[in-house]
């Protein structure tokens, strides 16, 4: 979770124009009131308590909140810094409701892994449930959460569990490989809430054309059925093939694929209405500026063809403060035009395949609950 993927991401998107287009205005994020009250929503008041003091004196972290371990050290500044990444996506999720913005982009977000009492993962707070949560409180009715992270959003799922109002989805590699060790396809929801939770856990070694035919085969049937007024979705970019925690085999050409999916989805269900998060990712200089950089310019309607070349200022940049060049290309070579092939489920289905079979027990567990086909779109 190195910042400097972050800075990065920003630098790229500056240089290739993106933060220029019209009608993009980057926000610094603000607690709301002034306050970080608002963490009550999701996270108890101990473990917050056990943040703050840990973020003042991390020696004395507590582990039994997951805190001061390997996946979650403390440093100085700890809670404040992951109140405002939280406050920041909640503003999001405020912003788009009222109708004061159509699309929203916190990639510094996504911390999927965060229970309410207790570090998870690398996040400290869940940011998109905290955006969640604020939606629900304003009015909405149905909000749908897809993840398409290499790991398994289960902080997310885990605090909507018995909510019938959110419907969360996850795209992942199998749990039987990868932490969390959660997410199969039998986990739907709570007793009041069956239906609402839906996993796609694949198998180790996935690439592009199978990873989009599960996308397809389960996400835009799903949301279409559910009909959400908000659609929030975070986009861990660690299912690429050179990420170091993860066993997949994406390329940043699908990945953009799924971005562009995802933001005509909100067009088509939810209104417009999209807030879009990071998220995992830790490849840092080759593949998070530029997956995240093609997510905010998809966001502001100006999509950067894979073909474009990286700005040679970025380049020398990343060259003369990190001793690497970084990639020449907006895209790893995978597709034409950023048009990436796939086969739809619509032509069938072949049960001996390893994704489909893994897909076929997703619908098969998910869709009936949504008055929908296990089979046919």
């Known amino acids: 979770m190195n910042p400097l993927r972050l800075e990065l991401t920003a630098r790229l998107a500056r240089d290739l124009g993106v933060f220029d287009s019209p009608g993009v205005e980057i926000v610094a994020p603000t607690l709301p009131g002034g306050s970080d009250g608002f963490l009550r929503d999701v996270h108890t008041v101990g473990y917050i308590e056990a943040v703050c003091q840990a973020s003042s004196d991390p020696a ?199 971005y562009e999916m995802l933001h005509d989805l909100a067009h088509e269900v939810a209104n417009g209405r999209w807030v879009a998060l990071g998220g995992g990712g830790y490849e840092l200089i080759d593949v998070v500026p530029r997956a995240w950089t093609h997510l905010s310019a998809i966001a502001a309607h100006r999509p950067i063809p894979v073909e474009t070349a990286v700005p040679q200022s970025w380049r020398d940049y990343v060259s003369n403060r990190y001793g690497r060049p970084g990639p020449e290309r907006m895209g790893d070579g995978a597709s034409e035009s950023g048009r990436v092939w796939w086969r739809s489920w619509a032509s069938g289905c072949d049960p001996s395949e390893r994704v489909d079979q893994s897909v076929l027990a997703t619908r098969e567990a998910v869709f009936p609950l949504h008055g929908l086909d296990m089979w046919f779109d």
Not at 127 to 154: C, M, P, Q, S, T
Not at 166 to 179: C, D, K, P
């Open 60 to 258: 004395g972290a507590q582990t039994g909140y997951g805190l001061g371990t390997e996946d979650d050290p403390a440093f100085p500044g700890m809670h404040e810094v992951s109140a405002l990444i939280a406050a920041g996506t909640r503003h999001l999720c405020e912003a788009v409701w009222s109708g004061e913005i159509d699309h929203g982009v916190n990639f510094c977000g996504g911390l999927h892994h965060a229970m309410p009492d207790r570090a998870s993962g690398f996040c400290i707070y869940n940011d998109a449930a905290l955006g969640i949560r604020r939606l629900l409180e304003l009015g909405a009715e149905r909000v749908v959460y897809v993840d398409v992270d290499v790991h398994h959003g289960d902080g997310v799922e885990k605090i909507f569990w018995d909510d019938p109002r959110v419907l969360t989805i996850s795209i992942h590699e199998s749990g039987r490989m990868l932490f969390p060790g959660t997410g199969f396809a039998g986990d739907v929801g709570g007793a009041p809430a069956l239906g609402s939770a839906c996993n796609v856990a694949l198998p180790a070694g996935v690439g592009d054309a199978p990873w989009l035919r599960a996308l397809h085969a389960v996400v835009p049937p799903l949301v279409r059925a559910f009909g959400p007024q908000v659609l929030v979705t975070q986009q861990g970019c660690d299912s690429h093939y050179s990420d170091p925690l993860a066993h997949m085999a994406l390329t940043i050409d699908a990945q953009r694929v799924a």
